[in-house]
């Protein structure tokens, strides 16, 4: 392409009034000639470059003026899903190549950045200079490749958008940026951001080009448009599917006809997108209707190439994200509950963990709960699926035992089996029926329970799941956008003193515990030296630990715990003792495990601030005996003095 042709391209691109027309879907056109969904679309790039290449020529055919490279999916992460990830560049370089010899002189080239696929801090483990980096190479291996601008496209999380953005101006600080969101029919981000959010943020990053693509059609497009344009005086852009899916056969087809995206394209660029395009299902015969369709509102005699000046850029790489949207001071832990008051003073609490019913009768369960409540127990544990069982909803056994026994619930939560929006529905939810004690987990593999082919989920894991709390007890959700009041839960998370890879663990406690935990409950406690250590070893980070404490009552069920249950170590020492007394008979073993279970409990209680002891197959009374004198203490002193490291949490 001559210079002369390269720069009057560019700055009808960023000429604040000229049209622009993008081109269509890259993978329903790929789909229709054979390629199978599950393959790397990226990888045709070296596989199959003429097919990519034929794919680019009928849009140019059609009317295009940008062409997309075929590498929306093309980032490390995404790659090695495929075994591709050490071909990055290669692919990259060859996509921009392929797009641009099917450009000629009659198009531009942009490279395309779609998400990495994963989620981000606060609610994932994937930090915001390692997504930089990670968008840094792709667009690296774009720009050598020939594109002409970028385009990040389809991103539902600002704080990864931002990270693409500050990754495009370190590769070439003078390359123009399409940066577009997109948003579902509640005309919010699956983040929760809106259209005036996104536009502000897009805007405030530096994109010269702001907008939206994909998830929905064109009517819902078109009215989050109309939000956008008063608040930026950037040049919008809008990228439709062809509507939304419908099954036709068992397939899933894109109903809108070209005639009606051609239709929308006049009125979204009467609304104020310049730049028009089409996603998912839109094809060049799309595209070719709605370049007839915006001729009329081209001015007569071609556009003005004279040079445009670019909109004021802030800085993203010096702006914290995380910063956007602080939210409200949290309610104090004291105020919260009964339990988190207990912890706010220092003293030692004290729960046992019940399992709820495999079916709908209660009765006995609430009839245990009863009894920990007159024993003077603090609060009741109620595990999720423990062990990928199939049990009654902790939310909703929690919910029965407040209600009808009067008792707090210690309510654990995890991330196995519900997404991003479903666990922010039912912690909402939990709130305002007056639920507030939670511990955090990431939650056990279906493949350990009775359903090994059942879904996991695991859209975020336990440190995500603390930040998203943590966030809606600042009257916060996801996206950083205000629910109203905050949330007062108190906020709890595992942690395993005996894991084998101790650094690892501790690891991940800080992350926990800068995520906004308050309270830690460890997994069985059978060996006290083992949390002596690990406790030595977080002083620097040391929030409220609670032991866990399991009463054995055979050496079949020691042995299990040792061999079959994640993240619990049965020292040998331990196995013998319960080998020998179940020898003898089972009164003597389960005799020999609550006599264990005390021993943990003496050992431990000056170095913690509390005790969770287990029901082993919902027999509380074992567990009440674990308590004896502990429950007794606290029921004469209301307030047990702890030590002093403690008292300083």
């Given at each position: 392409m001559s210079d002369a042709r390269l720069r009057t391209l560019r700055e009808r691109l960023l000429d604040p009034d000229a049209i622009v027309l993008f081109d269509g879907a890259m993978g329903t056109m790929l789909y229709t000639k054979g390629v199978f969904i599950n393959q790397s679309f990226d990888e045709l790039n070296l596989r199959a470059p003429e097919l990519v290449r034929e794919v680019h020529r009928t849009y140019v055919k059609a009317g295009a003026e940008v062409l997309e490279t075929n590498t929306f999916g093309a980032n490390r992460l995404k790659l090695a899903q495929?075994?591709?990830?050490?071909?990055?560049?290669?692919?990259?370089?060859?996509?921009?190549?392929?797009?641009?010899?099917?450009?000629?002189?009659?198009?531009?080239?942009?490279?395309?950045?779609?998400?990495?696929?994963?989620?981000?801090?606060?609610?994932?483990?994937?930090?915001?200079?390692?997504?930089?980096?990670?968008?840094?190479?792709?667009?690296?291996?774009?720009?050598?490749?020939?594109?002409?601008?970028?385009?990040?496209?389809?991103?539902?999380?600002?704080?990864?958008?931002?990270?693409?953005?500050?990754?495009?101006?370190?590769?070439?600080?003078?390359?123009?940026?399409?940066?577009?969101?997109?948003?579902?029919?509640?005309?919010?981000?699956?983040?929760?951001?809106?259209?005036?959010d996104a536009v502000r943020a897009l805007d405030r990053w530096g994109a010269d080009v702001i907008g939206l693509?994909?998830?929905?059609?064109?009517?819902?497009?078109?009215?989050?448009?109309e939000r956008m344009r008063p608040l930026t005086s950037r040049k919008l852009s809008a990228m439709p599917n062809a509507g939304m899916p419908r099954e036709v056969g068992g397939r899933q087809l894109y109903m809108a006809s070209p005639e009606y995206m051609a239709t929308y394209a006049r009125h979204l660029v009467q609304a104020g997108a310049k730049v028009v395009g089409g996603c998912c299902g839109t094809t060049p015969e799309h595209v070719k209707a709605m370049c007839e369709g915006l001729r009329p509102l081209k001015p007569r005699g071609g556009i003005e190439t004279g040079a445009t000046e670019r909109p004021a850029v802030s800085s993203v790489e010096t702006r914290d994200p995380k910063a956007e949207h602080r939210g409200v001071e949290p309610v104090a832990l004291a105020e919260r509950s009964r339990f988190g008051g207990k912890i706010a003073g220092g003293h030692f609490v004290t729960s046992v963990e019940i399992v709820p019913p495999r079916g709908v009768d209660a009765t006995r369960m609430l009839t245990d709960v009863r009894k920990l409540k007159e024993a003077g127990v603090d609060a009741v544990n109620v595990p999720d699926g423990p062990r990928a069982q199939s049990r009654m909803g902790a939310l909703m056994t929690s919910l029965l035992i407040e209600q009808q026994v009067g008792i707090e619930a210690v309510t654990h939560y995890a991330c196995r089996d519900r997404n991003l929006l479903g666990m922010l529905s039912d912690l909402l939810g939990a709130a305002a029926i007056g639920l507030r004690n939670l511990l955090l987990i990431t939650g056990d593999p279906p493949k350990m329970g009775p359903y090994p082919d059942a879904t996991a989920v695991f859209d975020i894991d336990a440190i995500g799941l603390t930040n998203l709390v943590r966030n809606l007890n600042r009257g916060l959700d996801p996206g950083g956008n205000a629910i109203g009041a905050p949330t007062r839960f108190v906020v709890g998370v595992g942690v395993n003193p005996a894991a084998i890879d101790l650094a690892h663990e501790i690891r991940r406690f800080e992350w926990k515990v800068d995520a906004g935990a308050e309270y830690a409950i460890t997994q069985p406690v059978f060996d006290p030296a083992q949390l002596e250590c690990?406790?030595?070893?977080?002083?620097?980070?040391?929030?409220?630990?609670?032991?866990?404490?399991?009463?054995?009552?055979?050496?079949?069920?020691?042995?299990?715990?040792?061999?079959?249950?994640?993240?619990?170590?049965?020292?040998?020492?331990?196995?013998?003792?319960?080998?020998?007394?179940?020898?003898?008979?089972?009164?003597?073993?389960?005799?020999?495990?609550?006599?264990?279970?005390?021993?943990?409990?003496?050992?431990?209680?000056?170095?913690?601030?509390?005790?969770?002891?287990?029901?082993?197959?919902?027999?509380?009374?074992?567990?009440?005996?674990?308590?004896?004198?502990?429950?007794?203490?606290?029921?004469?002193?209301?307030a047990i003095p702890v030590t002093q490291s403690t008292a300083q949490l």
């Open positions: 495929y075994g591709l990830e050490g071909q990055v560049a290669e692919i990259n370089h060859a996509a921009a190549r392929i797009a641009r010899e099917a450009a000629g002189d009659g198009a531009l080239v942009a490279g395309a950045i779609g998400p990495l696929g994963v989620r981000l801090e606060p609610y994932g483990p994937t930090g915001l200079d390692e997504a930089r980096t990670l968008f840094r190479e792709q667009l690296s291996a774009l720009k050598a490749g020939g594109a002409d601008l970028f385009i990040l496209e389809t991103f539902a999380d600002l704080h990864e958008i931002a990270q693409a953005i500050a990754a495009a101006r370190e590769v070439d600080a003078d390359m123009p940026i399409v940066a577009q969101v997109t948003v579902g029919a509640d005309l919010v981000t699956p983040f929760g951001a809106s259209p005036e693509n994909c998830s929905v059609g064109p009517q819902t497009i078109l009215e989050a448009i690990f406790l030595e070893q977080v002083q620097h980070v040391r929030i409220p630990v609670i032991a866990g404490i399991w009463p054995l009552v055979s050496a079949r069920n020691a042995e299990f715990l040792a061999n079959e249950v994640p993240g619990v170590t049965v020292p040998e020492g331990i196995l013998v003792r319960m080998r020998s007394a179940s020898d003898r008979s089972k009164e003597h073993a389960v005799a020999e495990g609550i006599a264990i279970a005390q021993e943990m409990l003496d050992r431990v209680r000056g170095i913690v601030q509390g005790a969770q002891v287990s029901a082993p197959f919902g027999r509380v009374e074992l567990a009440l005996e674990v308590f004896r004198d502990t429950v007794r203490q606290d029921a004469d002193s209301r």
